[in-house]
């Protein structure tokens, strides 16, 4: 391996190379609201109905517990990418502590689960376009968005990180506006036809835990979905400013955002109006504008879902085309997706994650019941997201056992260790109980090991590969090699 003068960047064929590097462009302010916008789905807005009307005033606990649990999932992630900064993505990790299957299995189930978000995020874009100018053909606004965020893209990723920043800021307003209006209305004892506005309506009707355990555990089945993309600070890393600083911070953060965003937000929403007046389907923040006399609430909060929406399909199309870009410097896809434009972007994988995006389109018109199919893809598509999240945390375990060095020598050490790494992963187990409590989820459940299987046969045709053993055992020493400086 030679090292190269210009930044010490290998190619896809293991060979150095400059213009085959992405460039470290993402700022502090563009990681930070990355890392909220992750962290606040379009679920919060949407879903979180259908999550009280189940679990009750107990939907508090179970966010806290979720948030609890990914944040140290966060945290092993965040010490696993500081160890080596040559790691572009967590898939460069796994490959590197756990073998070539892994960075396999993680960068395609993530590229999966992010294409299936994605498509279903147009859909509800269209829809969403649709409550808002009724009449418009579903097509237009499904197809604009993708011609939109591929050319917001393409450029640089700092338009990327640009764009998302105003997202999240958006979503952000948004909650903080229903924190303090609510707030208002709690403390001035408004009152309304289903009662008065107080925090005592947490508790007066039927308790905490109105609906038992397997209510509660209900919540969690449903709850767990709303936090897909808690880990796209750690897909950005390759492309972040000063990464020892800036994803610490994100990081960290975690907990106080979920405190303030989900649980100050529900908390809010369940003592001004009593949590049995929330049903499934209907958004909760819509209703409660609605309460406070604002007549455009609908329209406003439509508007912030869309554009909660358009987020998470911008951060799919972001997430997708790195991935592939890296499982391709890997060996694992395609070498024409391991390169890169002028401007330092994976242009032909951002082709690819569009051209699926497109399908999306097409569904639109496929029936009725596009609707009910789309909630069960995205369910499999959240279980395969604790597959990724559960990956970290066995390269994490190796990445104690192989590496004292560096462990001894991290800034950013996991609080717990490998304690809390068995928490979370019996969190997970009591977590694909959950799933099985519930009919939609259980067949969401049942079919998701259809995915593995196509991935396992993949595997044994890819790994016979006289080409792909050659670039995974370059870029393996490129990542071990610490004569190579990494940018």
Known sequence: MTKNDTDGSVGVDGSAGDDQHLRRALSNRHIQLLAIGGAIGTGLFMGSGKTISVAGPSVIFVYMIIGF???????????????????????????????????????????????VTGVADVIAIAGYTDALIPGVPLWIPGLLVIVILLALNLPTVAAFGEMEFWFALIKIIAIVALIVTGLVMIFTGFQHDAGTASFSNLWDHGGMFPHGFLGFVAGFQIAVFAFVGIELVGTAAAETKDPKRNLPKAINAIPIRILLFYVGALVVLMAVTPWTEYVAGESPFIAMFALAGLGIAATVVNLVVLTSAMSSA????????????????????????GRLSRRRVPQNALFLSCILLLSGVVLLYAGDDIGTAFDMVTTVSAVCFMFVWTIFLCSYLVYRRRRPEKVAASTFRMPGGVFMVYVVLAFFVFILWALTTQPDTLTALLVTPIWFVLLIVAWLFVRKSQN??????????YLRDDSIEAH
């Open 314 to 337: 911008n951060s799919g199309i972001y997430s997708t085309s790195r991935m592939v870009f890296g499982l391709a410097q890997d060996g694992d896809a395609p070498q024409l997706f």
């Open 69 to 115: 649990m990914l944040f140290f999932v966060m945290r092993a992630m965040g010490e696993l990418l500081l160890s080596n900064l040559k790691y572009k993505s967590f898939s460069d990790f796994a490959s590197d502590l756990l073998g070539p299957w892994a960075g396999f299995f993680t960068g395609w189930t993530y590229w999966f689960c992010w294409v």
């Open 468 to 477: 792909h053993l050659k670039r995974h055992e370059a870029h393996i020493r």
